[in-house]
């Protein structure tokens, strides 16, 4: 695998798709050609299955056939798309991956962490973000702006203290990765936060390249 894979994450509302959609402009004027794609979703089959977990109809989803779902969803997304493109040697931006899965289902459903880490060795062979942007912010705000939107899903539906453990839960990943994951205060102006993420993403590309070249000179 040479390509890059770059995530991003956060609470509903909290910008994901419009950073994403500035990062991939700030690329093309570089020539950088990239693959943008979400979670769930991202192939067909995913899309169907995304159907499936977002329709506010499915209330009675049980926990454990939500958290099967989204891996399926996964497990069909990076066979199809993202491996291959990552083995070509191609940047994947996507919207959400598996710490979505920890911090909804895992820390805010309370699923088993450990069973959730097996379920993605399957699902991805263990697949990894090199990077991922975590967009923080209060969830009640960005519900706030993804209802002027107009339609609500079945995640949405959840509780303002489901959403409050989700960020706690995307907050404990980044204390743990913080190597990995680059927090950014979502409630700024669009500008100041996509400021923010090329800094942060051309800082990483120069760490990358420092250390493939330190590899190649090493014997
Ligand atoms: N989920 C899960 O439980 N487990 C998993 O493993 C995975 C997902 C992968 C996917 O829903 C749901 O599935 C999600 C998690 C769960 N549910 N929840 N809750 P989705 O894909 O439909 O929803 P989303 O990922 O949260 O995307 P979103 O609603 O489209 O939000 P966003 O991409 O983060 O935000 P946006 O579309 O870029 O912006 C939202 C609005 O805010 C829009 O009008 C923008 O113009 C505006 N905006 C954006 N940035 C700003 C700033 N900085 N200031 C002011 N206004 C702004």
């Given at each position: ?13 909290s ?24 979670e ?47 083995d ?39 697949l ?92």
């Amino acid at each position: 695998m040479s390509g890059l894979f770059i995530t991003f994450e956060g609470v509903e509302g909290s910008g994901k798709s419009t950073q994403i959609e500035l990062l991939r402009q700030h690329l093309a004027e570089r020539a950088l050609s990239v693959l943008i794609t979400r979670e769930p979703g991202g192939t067909p089959t995913a899309e169907a299955i995304r159907e499936v977990l977002l329709d506010p109809r499915n209330k009675a989803l049980a926990p454990m056939a939500e958290l099967l779902l989204y891996a399926a969803a996964r497990a069909q997304h990076v066979e199809e798309r993202i491996r291959p493109a990552l083995d070509a040697g191609q940047m994947v931006l996507c919207d959400r991956f598996a710490d979505s899965t920890t911090a909804y289902q895992g820390i805010a459903r309370g699923l088993s962490l450990e069973l959730l880490g097996e379920i993605h060795r399957l699902a991805t062979s263990n697949l990894r973000p090199h990077l991922t942007f975590l967009l923080d912010m209060d969830p009640e705000l960005g519900l706030q702006r993804t209802r002027e939107r107009g339609r609500i899903d079945r995640m949405e539906q959840e509780s303002i203290a489901f959403h409050r453990r989700v960020r706690e839960g995307f907050l404990a990943i980044a204390d743990n990765e913080p190597e990995r994951v680059v927090v950014l205060d979502a409630d700024q102006e669009l500008e100041v936060i996509a400021r923010d993420i090329r800094r942060h993403f051309d800082a990483y590309l120069e760490r990358r390249a420092r250390e493939q070249a330190l590899a190649a000179d090493t014997p």
